[in-house]
């Protein structure tokens, strides 16, 4: 199978027919600006030491500094860390945020550690690329299984090193350390502002539409949440545990709340899964992705539909809302069986763009309200969203090829305006 990366790529050759843009700018898209590897050594609770494996990628730079969360899972590795700084670069050009692209991760199943061995592991990361971040430089945020609390530890790690407070570096930070309204949810809300929009344009009413979850973290919790408040209906939810289903409709606001109620630290994760709450039927995270619905939103981790199980897909629409779910051989075949398919860069870029907004607060010292924070990423995401739409319109390829297109658009002229900077090699 190839990689995560190589695969990725497939859909940056492919906007590349539509778009003329220069050889040079083509050929450095190709290729990560920067990949850093770094051992992290953490004291365990019980007096040993553990050396963990963790990364942080810079993909390109040209718009800005680099940008993008740190995840930590047990399958983090370097094809998957510069594939979602890949992403990272399409998504902060589409939304025309002034970012390049960047990510970072360790590889740890987090669940295994207390919270004092997470804290460590978290300002050891730090320390281990300091010299690689910085609010000008390149600046984290969250990703899978990392959050606000991990936030404010790498920032204050950081600050601590260069001793000046640096809240810039990171976003994604708890309030009383200069994190942004709405940031915890902004993932979802952009996601919602954008399905909402688009929906009604194929005649698709909430009430008689119903919606299929996968993953139900930060961003499948809130996704959830915003379409059942909204009347959508929500048939189905699944964690890395399994899922329920039930076709008249889930109770998500009580789902959501014992979700909440039962985050047990060991770590800081819930060890509880939704499975044995509601009246449901029980369902795999295979069976989830198959079901009769008219919306499908993946919202846990990449590679979900594959080759593999494409063609049993039967939902009408699918939001990606997690990052790379589906692989360029499966969106073939969901073209070809007339699934719309709304891409990762677009819809779940609310997160980056709160992100940006947060970050623009740190630089001015200036806070905003929530209401202030949601207009401004509404206003975002819905123009962005329209010119991924026009450019459907024109061209007719898919809504994906599109959203590259436009950011690709954007990262060129950056790159034009630049030049080669070919004084390097003279
Ligand atoms: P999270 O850690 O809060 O939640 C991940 C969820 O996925 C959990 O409910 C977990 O149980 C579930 N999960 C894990 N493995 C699974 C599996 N095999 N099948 C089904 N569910 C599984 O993470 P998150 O922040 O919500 O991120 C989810 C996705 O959204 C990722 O692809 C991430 O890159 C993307 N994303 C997140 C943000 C953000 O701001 N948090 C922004 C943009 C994109």
Redesign the pocket.
């Known amino acids: 199978m190839s990689s995560l990366f190589a695969d990725a790529s497939l859909r940056l050759e492919k906007a590349l027919q539509y778009v003329t843009i220069s050889e040079d700018a083509s050929e450095r898209l190709k290729y990560p600006k920067a990949s850093l590897s770094v051992s992290i050594p953490v004291r365990m609770d019980d007096g040993s030491l553990k050396i963990f494996q963790g990364y942080r990628v810079r993909y390109d730079d040209t718009r800005g500094p680099g940008k993008g ?1 740190v ?1 930590y899972h047990p399958s983090v590795c370097l094809d998957e860390v510069q594939s ?1 700084a890949f992403w990272m670069t399409f998504k902060c050009a589409l939304l025309n945020l002034p970012f390049g692209g960047a990510k970072g991760g360790i590889t740890v199943n987090p669940k295994l550690l207390s919270k004092a061995e997470l804290e460590r592991l978290s300002r050891g990361y730090i320390e281990a690329i300091a010299d690689f971040i910085g609010p000008d430089v390149d600046i984290l ?7 606000e609390m991990i936030m404010g530890w790498m920032m204050d790690q950081y600050s601590i090193i260069r001793r000046r407070i640096s809240p810039g570096v990171v976003t ?1 930070k708890p309030l009383t350390m200069g994190g942004s309204q709405g940031r915890d949810t ?2 979802a809300t952009g996601a919602f502002y954008v399905i909402n929009s688009v929906l009604p344009q194929f005649n698709q009413k909430p009430e008689t539409t119903t919606v299929a979850v ?8 809130e996704i959830a949440h915003l379409l059942a408040k909204s009347g959508y209906k929500v048939v189905a939810v ?4 399994g ?1 329920i289903y039930s076709p008249h409709g889930l109770d998500i606001s009580s789902i959501r709340e014992y979700k909440r109620k039962h985050l047990s630290i060991k770590g800081v994760y ?1 060890h509880n899964t939704v499975c044995n709450i509601v009246e449901h039927e029980n369902i795999t ?1 295979e069976q989830l992705l198959t079901l009769d619905v008219d919306v499908l939103i993946p ?4 590679k ?1 539909i594959t080759v593999e199980n494409a063609s049993g897909v039967r939902a009408k629409f699918i939001f990606e ?5 589906i692989t360029s051989e499966a969106d073939k075949i969901l073209e070809a069986k007339g699934i719309h398919v709304f891409p ?1 860069i677009l819809i ?5 763009t709160v992100s940006y907004l947060e970050w623009v607060q740190n630089r001015n010292g200036l806070y905003w309200t929530l209401k202030e924070v949601q207009e401004k990423l509404k206003e975002k995401m819905i123009e962005e969203a329209e010119a991924v739409w026009k450019i459907h319109q024109e061209l007719g390829v898919s809504f994906r090829t599109c959203a590259y297109i436009h950011g690709l658009n954007r990262l060129n002229m950056a790159m034009s305006a630049k030049g080669t900077r070919d004084y390097y090699m003279s």
């Not at 993953?215 to 919790?221: C, E, I, K, S």
């Not at 699944?238 to 545990?241: N, W």
């Open positions: 969360g995840r979602l945020a969250p990703d899978v299984y990392t959050n994604g902004a993932t996968q993953g139900f973290g930060n961003a499948g919790v699944s964690d890395s545990q899922g819930c995270n919202a846990a981790l990449e979900q809302v997690a990052n790379g779910p990762d779940n870029a609310g997160g980056v």
